[in-house]
T-cell receptor
């Protein structure tokens, strides 16, 4: 069945460092792909999405490119801030459904 | 704009008691999801509704859990009787039924069963 695999966390970085959080997927067809972020004590919120192969989603300095060749959707940011500390989830809708399946989440900790 | 509203935000109860969690989706959204989040199991989809009709309840843990959506602006998740292992944060989310439409999450209800 469809699935999402994320790198284990926590990822610990200093402010202004480069960030990569890996996400790979298994899916029927070419679903839309999503990154959600969860700040402490809050619900998840959409960070960015891509709806077809080679699309790049971007928001708040974060980017992710839909790579069907490698079935990946890695999240990147060139210079992280302390305020980016959160848990990041990769997600996709299984074929023919309206729900999302989420990865296990990757915790990012950014220190000054 | 009001987002997804959940109540209560925190609930502490004793084992065996009935617990009811409430959700008001964003106006105009016609799909609603209930999730549970724990450290051990992560984020789990319990059930979702389209146009007030339950579509997939395969994530509901057992018969102690039930969910209803009597109209487009209200849903409940009930646990009866509650057990300590039900302690978790419960999220409600809503969306428009449209390809690639995002889910909007509520702030969650933190449930503690003693």
């Amino acid at each position: 069945g469809d699935s999402v695999t994320q790198m284990e966390g926590p990822v610990t970085l200093s402010e202004e460092a480069f960030l990569t959080i890996n996400c790979t997927y298994t899916a029927t067809g070419y679903p839309s792909l999503f990154w959600y972020v969860q700040y402490p004590g809050e619900g998840l919120q959409l960070l960015l999405k891509a709806t077809k192969a080679d699309d790049k989603g971007s928001n708040k300095g974060f980017e992710a490119t839909y790579r069907k060749e490698t079935t990946s959707f890695h999240l990147e940011k060139g210079s992280v801030q302390v305020s980016d500390s959160a848990v990041y989830f990769c997600a996709l809708p299984p074929f023919g459904t309206d729900k999302l399946i989420f990865g296990t989440g990757t915790r990012l900790q950014v220190f000054p | 704009d009001a987002g997804v509203i959940q109540s209560p935000r925190h609930e502490v109860t004793e084992m065996g008691q009935e617990v009811t969690l409430r959700c008001k989706p964003i106006s105009g959204h016609n799909s609603l999801f209930w999730y549970r989040q724990t450290m051990m199991r992560g984020l789990e989809l319990l059930i979702y509704f389209n146009n007030n009709v339950p579509i997939d309840d395969s994530g509901m843990p057992e018969d102690r859990f039930s969910a209803k959506m009597p109209n487009a602006s209200f849903s409940t998740l009930k646990i009866q009787p509650s057990e300590p292992r039900d302690s978790a944060v419960y999220f409600c989310a809503s969306r428009i039924i449209l390809a690639a439409a995002e889910q909007f999450f509520g702030p969650g209800t933190r449930l503690t069963v003693l």
